[in-house]
C-alpha cells in the first residue's frame, strides 16, 4: 500500500509524521494542501483543512498524526518503532510530553520573534496553498 501525506513543511506535525515514514520505510509521498486531491477528497472527507492527513491508496483518510501511526504501526508490524513492554511505555510518555507540553514553547518561538520570522512564516504559508508563491 501505499501512503500521500497531505502536509507543509512548517507543520509541527507534518514533521512528526515525516520522520515516521522515513523511519519505518513505507511507501508514501507528500504533497502540499493546494494538490487538488486534498481539495477533492480528503476536504470533502474530513470538513476542513487539516495537517497532516494521510490518503491511501485505497481510498482511506486518516488524520491526527498519533493517530495516523497506530493505524499505520497496526499494518505494517514490522520494525515497530514503538517497543513493547515498558519502553514502549515511556516511548507514549515522551510523545505525549512532545505534542502536548512542548507545543507552547514552540508556537512562541514561532510566533514571537515577528523581525526574524515574518519572511519566513509568510513565504511557507503562501507556498502550502501556492507552490510558486514568492515574495
Not at 470538513?47 to 493517530?67: K, N, W
Not at 513493547?84 to 505534542?99: H, K, M, Q, S, Y
Amino acid at each position: 500500500m501505499t501512503y500521500t501525506m497531505f502536509g507543509a513543511p512548517l507543520s509541527l506535525y507534518s514533521g512528526k509524521l515525516r520522520c515516521y515514514f522515513r523511519k519505518k520505510g513505507v511507501a508514501w509521498q507528500e504533497k502540499l494542501p493546494s494538490h487538488p486531491d486534498h481539495f477533492t477528497k480528503v476536504m470533502p472527507a474530513v470538513g476542513r483543512i487539516v495537517l497532516p492527513t494521510v490518503l491511501a491508496d485505497d481510498g482511506e483518510i486518516l488524520q491526527d498524526t498519533s493517530d495516523i501511526i497506530d493505524t499505520l504501526e497496526a499494518r505494517h508490524s514490522d520494525n515497530p518503532v514503538i517497543p513493547n513492554g515498558p519502553l514502549g511505555v515511556i516511548a507514549l510518555l515522551l510523545e505525549t510530553f512532545g505534542d502536548e507540553a512542548l507545543l507552547r514553547p514552540a508556537m512562541h518561538y514561532r510566533w514571537n520573534f515577528r523581525d526574524t520570522n515574518d519572511p519566513f512564516l509568510t513565504l511557507e504559508f503562501a507556498r502550502s496553498m501556492n507552490p510558486k508563491a514568492t515574495l
